[in-house]
T-cell receptor
Framework: DGGITQSPKYLFRKEGQNVTLSCEQNLNHDAMYWYRQDPGQGLRLIYYSQIVNDFQKGDIAEGYSVSREKKESFPLTVTSAQKNPTAFYLC?????????????FGPGTRLTVL | SQKIEQNSEALNIQEGKTATLTCNYTNYSPAYLQWYRQDPGRGPVFLLLIRENEKEKRKERLKVTFDTTLKQSLFHITASQPADSATYLCALDDRSNAGKSTFGDGTTLTVKP
């Protein structure tokens, strides 16, 4: 089955701890993205990567870090510097086709800081 | 500043009617615009893409229009069903930064039987 997976589905963390969210895709897509979604709101871009070993900050990168060592994987670390990390985190991937990029999303990870 | 606005936070309609959702944008120069569906607790799913040189696109009961003069896209669901109840997001890529989509906040549609 081709797709994009995120783990874990639910994650609890104590204040002051770093935590890493996993995102894997076997779609052979070049680009990968991380979004944050708060209740009743849209998606806000945290980081994106259009090629291995390269990534760019999105609109709300502060308090987050990423790596892209493999095409298939784009883990997101939520650091203790992120002031309000409780949210729903979505990973996506895309590939350029006909001049456009359509994104394919994972099932999401719901992070709760206790 | 760049902005995407999806009018109507929530839309309630009766089964069988046509639902119309709007997406307005400012200070973007998009080559295309996309619509996604998101169910509660799940990731968005792609529905339709419309290019700047296309006025209208259809897929089964879905229709999208794109007016680059008005800077607006309309998303229609005809013969709506309770299963169409979800949040619908529009997204666009600015020409200057293709591959970096910006999403609207979404419109939650509820279709009542």
């Amino acid at each position: 089955d081709g797709g994009i997976t995120q783990s874990p589905k639910y994650l609890f963390r104590k204040e002051g701890q770093n935590v890493t969210l996993s995102c894997e895709q076997n779609l052979n897509h070049d680009a990968m993205y991380w979004y944050r979604q708060d209740p009743g709101q849209g998606l806000r871009l945290i980081y994106y990567s259009q090629i291995v070993n390269d990534f760019q900050k999105g609109d709300i990168a502060e308090g987050y870090s990423v790596s892209r060592e493999k095409k298939e994987s784009f883990p997101l670390t939520v650091t203790s510097a992120q002031k309000n990390p409780t949210a729903f985190y979505l990973c996506a991937s895309s590939i350029e086709a006909g001049g456009h990029y359509t994104q394919y999303f994972g099932p999401g990870t719901r992070l709760t800081v206790l | 500043s760049q902005k995407i606005e999806q009018n109507s936070e929530a839309l309630n309609i009766q089964e069988g009617k046509t639902a119309t959702l709007t997406c307005n944008y400012t200070n973007y120069s998009p080559a295309y615009l996309q619509w996604y569906r998101q169910d509660p607790g799940r990731g968005p799913v792609f529905l339709l893409l419309i290019r700047e040189n296309e006025k209208e696109k259809r897929k089964e009961r879905l229709k999208v229009t794109f007016d680059t003069t008005l800077k607006q896209s309309l998303f229609h669901i005809t013969a709506s069903q309770p299963a169409d109840s979800a949040t619908y997001l529009c997204a666009l890529d600015d020409r200057s930064n293709a591959g970096k989509s910006t999403f609207g906040d979404g419109t939650t549609l509820t279709v009542k039987p």
